[in-house]
């Protein structure tokens, strides 16, 4: 078995993987920035090595001074976590050739899937079919007018290179074809640094599922149940869950199988997922992930692994102990993912800052991972996700029920949460029937009026800050909001209690008729128009600032004066974008 383990990553899945190497009496060796000196991973792991640097390229990505720390630390294995270094095919051959153990996929798998023709290839070889479509790339528009002649509109142009949903353009018919091959050519060549396009048929009301694997180094691979991701915005998951709501068993088989070829077609070894388009109870191969997902415990509570645990077993050489039939799915799992963003009006704005309360919901069937405590800040320098909040049920509605209730006795001031959209999600009729899909959340879902009660501890645009009072009125426990000025202090607020309903809040922006973008970041899309009547907080661009898109937003009324920018520029924290008068 490994005997020490270097957790190259942070937050949330840091602790994890962290969480799992104490139970099995594995040593554990955390990195961190300079801005995560004192985070939960670093004070949760056996030791602890600086990396230097804040941004993720001066740290987390930095390949040498994680090496210095294999060195130093005598770490016999890597976990990368997800992002940052899981699907670099360099850094797991840079620690290999050292002799350290890269607790994932053989490189040669990751760069299979990593390419999105090549992926699709390897599947139709495997006998497992894609969206219908052609697995070459793309020479000139006729081909795109001549795909859709025969397959049918709309189609989907992709980029080979790309991933996330980036640069993929939906073409609605023939003369539209040319127009957008060439700026999904743009696109991909200005984010993936390749501008090879490919078509397929574009499915117009999909759902997102995906399915675990395991494979072992000795030839065996399994399915381990899928996980259907459809409440989604701009390709950010919002909840998942297991298994997917109105999913036959047929299916259900079907697309395990279905998965384990792909895996075996590619050399899989490790914890992966195989993501497929689900439509009018069809499945199409979309892409593999070769890492652990941000989604994986709802797979654990189902089936009762520990996910972790099996990818150090496996990176060790162990031989999975079970076999297909040995795996049972139990009851049903449901996860919200709590990010540091406010969703007021459905527009998701990074909301960082210092967590100045965290109360944890507990009770039956409820697990909290967390990459945070109170105390703590979230850094606008990564990923905003502050917790994933996971529940399990013998039914569907019985654990969806558990979540609402385990989303209300969660309080965290400080930063504006998604936590409010969550539950706007679990309330809904779509979602309460199953019969959400991936364009659903953005398309069909009104945020608009997210009745949103401020967070306590977050300034609200006017020097104020909530803070919350409990009082006594004739013998009566009453619970009072107040709004007091910013520099009064946490004093107040450390004598609040625990409200009898959590307040999941937003900021709401006052005034200048001035757009600026709050960091330094490219501007994706030009929403608005010159002359456009707008309402605060309507979308004027979106930003894409540190792998994120952000509404950047007007903060009051008028009509559009003038844009500065067009979509492909580069700016800089507080650049003007645009002006509304
Ligand atoms: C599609 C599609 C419909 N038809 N391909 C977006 C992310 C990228 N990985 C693939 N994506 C899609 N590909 C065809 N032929 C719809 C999507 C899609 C989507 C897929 C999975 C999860 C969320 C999504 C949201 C919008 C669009």
Not at 252 to 264: D, F, L, P
Not at 411 to 422: H, K, N, R
Request: with cysteine; charged share 25%.
């Amino acid at each position: 078995m490994l005997k020490k383990v270097l957790i190259a990553n942070r937050g949330e899945i840091a602790v994890r993987v962290i969480r799992t190497c104490r139970e099995m009496g594995i040593g554990t060796v955390a990195v961190y920035s300079e801005l995560d000196r004192n985070a939960l991973h670093v004070r949760l792991a056996d030791e602890a090595y600086a990396l230097g640097g804040q941004t993720a390229a001066e740290s987390y990505l930095n390949t040498e001074a994680i090496l210095d720390v294999i060195e130093r630390s005598g770490a016999d294995a890597v976990h990368p976590g997800y992002g940052f270094f899981s699907e670099n095919t360099d850094f797991a051959r840079a620690i290999t050739s050292r002799g350290v153990t890269f607790i994932g996929p053989p490189p040669e798998a990751i760069e299979v899937m990593g390419d999105k023709i090549s992926s699709r290839l390897a599947a139709e070889k495997a006998g497992v079919q894609g969206v219908p479509g052609r697995s070459q790339t793309l020479e000139s528009f006729q081909e795109v007018i001549d795909f859709g002649n025969e397959f049918g509109w709309p189609v989907a142009i992709k980029a080979a290179f790309g991933g996330g949903g980036r640069g993929m353009k939906v073409v609605r018919s023939a003369d539209e074809a040319e127009e957008l091959l060439e700026s999904a050519q743009r696109e991909a060549q200005s984010y993936f640094g390749r501008s090879e396009c490919y078509v397929e048929r574009y499915l117009t009301w999909p759902r997102h599922v995906e399915m675990q694997v395991l494979a072992d180094q000795h030839g065996n691979t399994l399915w381990l149940g899928e996980r259907d991701c459809s409440a989604q915005r701009r390709h950010q998951k919002l909840i998942e869950e297991s298994p997917a709501p109105n999913f036959p068993e047929k299916i259900r088989k079907a697309m395990g199988e279905a998965a384990v070829k792909v895996s075996k077609a590619c050399g899989y070894v490790n914890a992966g997922t195989v993501e497929f388009l689900y439509q009018d109870n069809d499945f199409f191969f979309l892409e593999m992930n070769t890492r652990l997902q941000v989604e994986h415990p709802v797979t654990e509570l189902v089936t009762g692994l520990d996910l972790v645990e099996w990818q150090l077993r496996i990176a060790a050489g162990e031989k999975l102990t079970f076999g297909q039939n040995d795996i049972e799915r139990r009851g049903h799992s449901i996860e919200v993912r709590i990010n540091a963003e406010d969703p007021s009006g459905g527009r998701f704005s990074p909301s960082p800052g210092t967590i100045t309360r965290f109360d944890q919901p507990s009770g039956p069937g409820v697990r909290l991972d967390a990459g945070y405590a109170a105390g703590d800040t979230i850094s606008q320098y990564y990923d905003n996700l502050i917790a994933k909040l996971v529940v399990w049920g013998d039914t569907r509605e019985k654990a969806r029920r558990r979540l609402l209730r385990a989303i209300e006795e969660t309080v965290i001031e400080g930063v504006a949460t998604t936590l409010p959209a969550d539950v706007a999600i679990l309330e809904s009729e779509e979602f309460v029937k199953g019969e959400h899909s991936t364009k659903w959340v953005e398309e069909k879902l009104d945020l608009s009026n997210l009745k949103v009660a401020l967070t306590p501890g977050v300034e609200v645009g006017d020097g104020t800050v909530r803070r919350d009072v409990t009082t006594e009125v004739n013998g009566r426990r009453i619970e009072v909001a107040m709004w007091l000025p910013e520099d009064a202090g946490g004093a107040s607020a450390s004598t609040a209690q625990k409200p009898r309903r959590a307040h999941h809040a937003g900021v709401i922006g006052s005034g200048s008729g001035k757009v600026t973008v709050p960091m330094q970041g490219t501007i994706v899309k030009v929403v608005a128009e010159v002359g456009q009547a707008v309402a605060a907080g309507d979308t004027i661009v979106i930003l894409e600032a540190m792998k994120m898109e952000n509404s950047v937003n007007a903060e009051k009324a008028g009509v559009v004066k003038q844009i500065m920018v067009a979509a492909g520029d580069s700016v800089g924290g507080g650049d003007v974008v645009a002006v509304v008068e």
